[in-house]
């Protein structure tokens, strides 16, 4: 007789429904949450017009506007800081059809002309700012230019020594700028600048200096010549120079600094050089940053 087969069924594990459960419960949260999501978006993009946003000032405008406003500190304006105008501050003076002088006259300016010491060296300086500016020959300070000083005569022949710091230089052109670092009771009388157009040959010179420490040492002579070395503009001269000139006055008749007094060839007699002032300008005027108030 043939056994009947019978198929039974297994019930499901407990752990699986459980599983089931989760996932179909999971996945209807799922989906009615986005649906949802998707609902409150679209009525909230047409519920009403959207807010414009704010405009940005350009960066400009605002700088404009703080520099506008005084700063506040407990309700209280603080003072304002302003730089002062670079046109304001000249390093050299300039004096529209100046007159004729006499020798007399131009050897007076001699207060002008400054005394250098450093270390080992000794020279001269030109004052030629109000605001203490003085230069002279960079070989002059060449071996400690950080430790500079300066000796002016006042008109009743007293001798003031300050200290000097170095602002520019150029060694090519043998120029360094200084200034005074105290220029309190200092007689100050500056020399105005002249230019090489107004120099020519034969004309009368006068220089000042200190040869061999002699302070303010006065001497004449002639332009002996213009010359040009190595791109740069001399000024010959029959007026004597000795160590201790480098750096003083080159002065024409009409009070004007032409140049400083620079070098002289010992192999031959009376060869003496200056630097002209036009190269002094032109040096300044291309170092707006070197000239302090």
Known sequence: MAKKTEKQNKPISKSLAVTLIAGITFLLLFVYGTAGFLMFQYFNENAGPKPQ?????????????????????????LPQLVQPASENINAYTQIESPLE??????????????????????????????????????HVIE?????????????????????????????????????FKNRRDLPLQPLPMGSIESI???????????????MNTVSDGIVSGIRRFDAETYVQISAPISPGNSGGA????????????TFKITESENLNFAISADDLKLLIDKNPHWVNP
């Open 250 to 261: 080159l002065l024409n008749m009409k009070g004007e600094l032409i140049g400083l007094t």
């Open 101 to 138: 002088k006499s020798l007399e006259q131009i050897a007076s300016l001699k207060r002008s002309v400054v005394m250098i010491e450093t270390e080992d060296n000794q020279g001269s300086g030109v004052v030629i700012s109000d605001q203490g500016h003085v230069v002279t020959n960079f």
């Open 53 to 77: 946003p704010v405009a940005e000032q350009p960066m400009e405008t605002v700088s404009e506007e703080m520099d506008k406003t005084p700063a506040k500190a407990n309700g209280n304006l």
């Open 143 to 179: 071996a400690s230019p950080y430790m500079t000083v300066a000796t002016v005569e006042t008109p009743t022949g007293e001798l003031i020594h300050r200290e000097l710091m170095l602002l520019g230089y150029d060694i090519k052109k043998d120029l360094a700028l200084l200034q």
């Open 200 to 214: 020519s040959e034969g004309q009368r010179i006068v220089t000042i200096g200190s040869p061999r420490g002699l």
